[in-house]
């Protein structure tokens, strides 16, 4: 008898937990570490993402393009954090900032991608004409399946050209 459930408790993972229980255990991590265990599987991604919003303000993201650092401001603590830029963010412009993943252009005007500035993930994105846009936004971050970008490409008096694609990862 002590044998079968010794063998029982050690087939038991944390994928077996039950979800409420996984949020109690997420919403106790740092937004840094929250947005790490957020890519440990999709009931996790779920738990962190739902804590996440309760929880964690969306930080403004700074930067200057001269400087190898950017600042974080924090408008709920009023506090401004200041981190190392990594070498795929010097010379790219940073569009938009959305739970956690930067929109970022690479000097090129070739290359747009999403990063993930805490794992350093990146999702490349497959449409060459965003080069031309002047300012892009996303709706969510792109590991959501609905995921929709933004790119205003044209202004012209009395219009705007602003075109929508669908990024839809799996």
């Given at each position: 008898?002590?044998?079968?459930?010794?063998?029982?408790?050690?087939?038991?993972?944390?994928?077996?937990?039950p979800f409420e229980l996984t949020l109690l255990i997420l919403e106790r991590l740092s937004l840094?570490?929250?947005?790490?265990?957020?890519?440990?599987?999709?009931?996790?991604?779920?738990?962190?993402v739902s804590v996440r919003v309760k929880e964690y303000s969306t930080p403004l993201l700074m930067r200057s393009p001269c400087r190898?650092?950017?600042?974080?401001?924090?408008?709920?603590?009023?506090?401004?954090?200041?981190?190392?830029?990594?070498?795929?963010?010097?010379g790219s412009h940073i569009?938009?900032?959305?739970?956690?993943?930067?929109?970022v252009r690479h000097r090129n005007f070739r290359d747009t991608f999403f990063l993930n500035p805490f794992t350093h993930e990146r999702i490349g994105l497959p449409w060459p004409d965003m080069g031309s846009s002047l300012a892009l936004a996303s709706s969510c971050a792109p590991?959501?399946?609905?995921?929709?970008?933004?790119?205003?490409?044209?202004f012209t008096e009395g219009s705007i050209?602003?075109?929508?694609y669908r990024l839809a990862t799996k």
């Open positions: 008898m002590k044998k079968k459930k010794r063998t029982e408790a050690n087939n038991q993972t944390f994928s077996n937990l840094k570490d929250n947005i790490r265990a957020s890519i440990v599987c999709k009931t996790w991604q779920v738990a962190c190898e650092e950017y600042e974080l401001y924090d408008p709920l603590l009023d506090k401004t954090h200041i981190c190392k830029s990594s070498p795929v963010l010097r569009h938009c900032s959305t739970d956690g993943w930067l929109l590991t959501s399946n609905s995921c929709v970008l933004f790119s205003v490409s044209d050209t602003i075109k929508t």
